[in-house]
């Protein structure tokens, strides 16, 4: 597979965090290492784009929608029915790459330009998750930054990802970065915590927001 070190832990205790604030959740979720919180709607998915499928079916009536899972950005252009042999008269082969569609960019997409007899689209608050590097060009939080004006949804969750961070750990420390443009928000300690510290957010922001025109 071409993916990451991702375990699926702070989504599935997100989902958590969100059934004991009184949330309905349904978990869409692919490789996880930790089993899903009991009770609720679960599916599971093997590939993007059958998670981008099934977001957009489940987005359809949701109030929030929380994009945590860290999707591969690329994909191999051609997948084979059988093995690939190797074969000392052939030449290695060589992969080539083409890129994941941007489910969280398509689910804003949709909601900002729902009829308006789509009430609950219209109004709907989506959360994206950003696992992002920093390099000679900019910071952590520059690109966040720029991600976020890019994606358009309401809050984004930053992770500094690199060796022995955030993937498969039982702690993270994230900033949360508000589209409205309010103060970078710090959240550290297990990921139980930063999962409450970041529902606690979607909560406020539920409730304190004024909705979309």
């Known amino acids: 597979?071409?993916?990451?070190r991702s375990a699926g832990k702070e989504g599935v205790w997100l989902a958590g965090a969100a059934r004991k604030a009184g949330?309905?959740?349904r978990l869409v979720a692919a490789h996880?290492?930790?089993?899903?919180p009991a009770g609720g709607d679960g599916l599971t998915v093997e590939t993007a784009l059958?998670?981008?499928?099934a977001m957009l079916a489940a987005a359809v009536d949701s109030d929030v929608v929380i994009m945590a899972a860290a999707v591969a950005d690329f994909r191999p252009a051609e997948i084979s029915g059988t093995k690939i042999k190797?074969?000392?008269d052939t030449a290695d082969p060589v992969i080539s790459l083409v890129r994941n569609p941007d489910i969280l960019q398509e689910l804003v997409e949709l909601r900002d330009h729902a009829p308006e007899r789509q009430a609950i689209r219209r109004s709907q608050l989506i959360v994206g998750f950003a696992a992002e590097t920093g390099d000679g060009q900019g910071d952590v939080l520059s690109y966040a930054e720029a991600k976020l004006r890019r994606k358009g949804c309401?809050?984004?969750?930053v992770n500094h990802v690199g060796a022995d961070k955030v993937f498969g750990q039982d702690s993270n420390s994230?900033?949360?970065l508000a589209r409205s443009g309010a103060e970078p928000q710090l959240a550290a300690g297990s990921k139980t915590e930063v999962s409450v510290a970041v529902i606690t957010r979607v909560g406020y922001e539920l409730n304190h927001v004024s909705p979309r025109a």
């Open 1 to 4: 597979v071409l993916g990451n």
């Open 32 to 36: 996880m290492d930790v089993p899903a």
């Open 154 to 157: 309401d809050l984004l969750v």
């Open 50 to 53: 059958e998670l981008r499928e």
């Open 174 to 176: 994230v900033v949360i």
């Open 86 to 88: 190797k074969r000392d």
């Open 23 to 25: 949330a309905t959740v």
